[in-house]
């Protein structure tokens, strides 16, 4: 988190891996598709990298079904795994949503009201639910109705000074113990590839902090689980 170094873990074996999720059992949980109109739910073993499917989140050809969950964040409170959904089929048009952790069913609550590209989504610890969105050079900051999906607008800025490119935020995620928001982003101008992690400043107008370039294609991000704040035995000695 302060440099943005990255080690390689493994592969899942799924393509379009754009959302992650850690759960309080313990499990990491991926949106992914299996194709170009099927959005999935993945499990990912955290110390291997390697997937497996936990189902079918949407497919676009049926009724009010998604074919891409751009955004995924947990509330470990109301044990409720929250989506930013696109490419909707029916009256849906980028719905939050609510997946079943266990059989990848997708409910929609409602629509956010706006577009643009990354859809990151994270809740802080206070039970409020973030939602960003980048178009052209332009990032805007969302809190989202958790009970109707309904945006409202926390500040906008230009990414153009971000990077030499400008950036394209991805994923959201706050840190479990300083609450800071973190942000994955991509190079904003067409042919360059350098991705970075960022943390995202909540005031108005918002603002970034570059921790330091990653791997290219950076996108998912989620924090695991938080240290523990009970001494060691060696503290306890001391």
Same mark, same amino acid.
């Given at each position: ?13 799924f ?25 999935? $739910? *993945?499990? &990912? =073993?955290?110390? !291997?990298? /390697?997937?497996?499917? #936990? @189902?079918?989140? %949407? ?36 719905? $939050? *949503?609510? &997946? =079943?952790?266990? !059989?990848? /069913?997708?409910?929609? #609550? @409602?629509?956010? %009201? ?40 926390v ?5 153009n000074?971000?990077?030499?490119g ?19 982003s991509?190079n ?51």
């Amino acid at each position: 988190p302060n440099t943005g170094q990255m080690q390689f873990v493994g592969t899942p074996g799924f393509n379009g891996m754009t959302a992650l999720a850690y759960l309080d059992d313990g499990r990491l949980l991926a949106a992914g598709i299996q194709d170009n109109e099927t959005s999935i $739910l *993945v499990e &990912i =073993n955290p110390v !291997t990298g /390697e997937g497996s499917l #936990i @189902g079918v989140i %949407g497919n676009f050809n049926n009724p009010n079904e998604c074919a891409r969950i751009a955004g995924l964040t947990y509330d470990s409170v109301t044990d409720t795994l929250y989506g930013l959904a696109r490419f909707c089929s029916g009256d849906l048009d980028r719905p $939050l *949503v609510t &997946i =079943n952790t266990e !059989t990848a /069913e997708m409910t929609p #609550i @409602g629509e956010v %009201g706006f577009r643009g590209g990354g859809s990151g989504l994270a809740i802080r610890n206070d039970g409020t639910l973030f939602a960003s969105s980048t178009s052209n050079t332009v990032f805007s900051l969302f809190t989202l109705n958790r009970n109707t999906g309904a945006s409202t607008l926390v500040g906008t800025m230009q990414t153009n000074g971000v990077t030499n490119g400008g950036v394209v935020v991805g994923g959201l995620a706050f840190h479990p113990i300083t609450q800071e928001l973190f942000a994955s982003s991509n190079n904003a101008e067409v042919g360059l590839t350098d991705s970075y992690l960022l943390t995202v400043d909540e005031s108005v107008p918002p603002s970034f902090n570059v921790q330091g370039q990653t791997v290219n294609c950076f996108d998912g991000i989620v924090f695991g689980e938080a240290a523990s704040n009970v001494p060691t035995l060696s503290q306890w000695g001391l």
